[in-house]
């Protein structure tokens, strides 16, 4: 007497669930879509509500000391960190360990890249005298780009991190272990921000 083996329906859909760490980040980064939409929501119903603030001939509100070139600069930068990110998970897909470590250890470098060049457009701004109470314009723009800024320097400390331990094989080893992607995807979010921050603050003054 022959018996037919059913599989538990846990363990039959078992791989195609959401692994529990990413469904995590992707809940996180909805949250932070949610913050990011009410700044930049909050940056345009001031200039279509209140276009005084905004007005050219106000030498007082008008933000006339925008570094265009080097914001250009840092988003060639984040575009090109974000490339070399994709390359790191990868590389975690084809067990490259040291693949992991290189394309992770450029991707901090040219994310420190970014944040030395921010400190410099800040400091251009700080030594003409100008901050974040100069005008409605710079309350927006010192707190958009400066709450991104710290979203920066809070994946560059992981991708260090895991840059660092790369070699161990910690993240090839093991296939559940996704921490690469989950950066990944951490690293993608703060470039995409970006990308809309460049024109909505140097482009359309």
């Not at 690469?180 to 482009?203: A, N, R």
Request: hydrophobic share 50%; glycine share 6%; net charge positive.
């Amino acid at each position: 007497m022959s018996t037919v083996a059913t599989a538990s329906p846990v363990a039959a859909h078992s791989e195609d669930r959401l692994p529990s760490g990413k469904l995590a980040m992707w809940i996180f980064l909805a949250s932070e879509i949610m913050f990011f939409a009410g700044l930049f929501s909050t940056y345009i119903i001031l200039r279509v509500t209140s276009p005084e603030l905004f007005d050219p001939t106000n030498k007082e509100m008008l933000p006339v000391f925008l570094n265009v070139p080097l914001a250009t600069v840092n988003t060639v930068i984040l575009i090109t960190s974000s490339l070399t990110m994709a390359f790191a998970v990868k590389a975690r897909w084809k067990g490259d360990d040291a693949g992991i470590r290189k394309f992770m250890a450029i991707t901090v470098l040219l994310g420190l890249a970014f944040c030395v060049v921010k400190f410099f457009e800040y400091k251009g701004k700080f030594d003409h005298g100008i901050g974040p109470g100069q005008s409605v314009f710079y309350s927006c723009y010192f707190a958009m780009t400066g709450i991104h800024l710290i979203h920066v320097v809070g994946g560059l400390i992981p991708m260090a991190w895991m840059a660092f331990r790369a070699p161990t094989g910690k993240y090839t080893k093991n296939p559940e272990n996704s921490r690469i992607e989950l950066i990944g995807l951490y690293w993608h979010f703060v470039d995409l921000v970006w990308i809309y921050l460049f024109p909505v603050l140097y482009l359309m003054n």
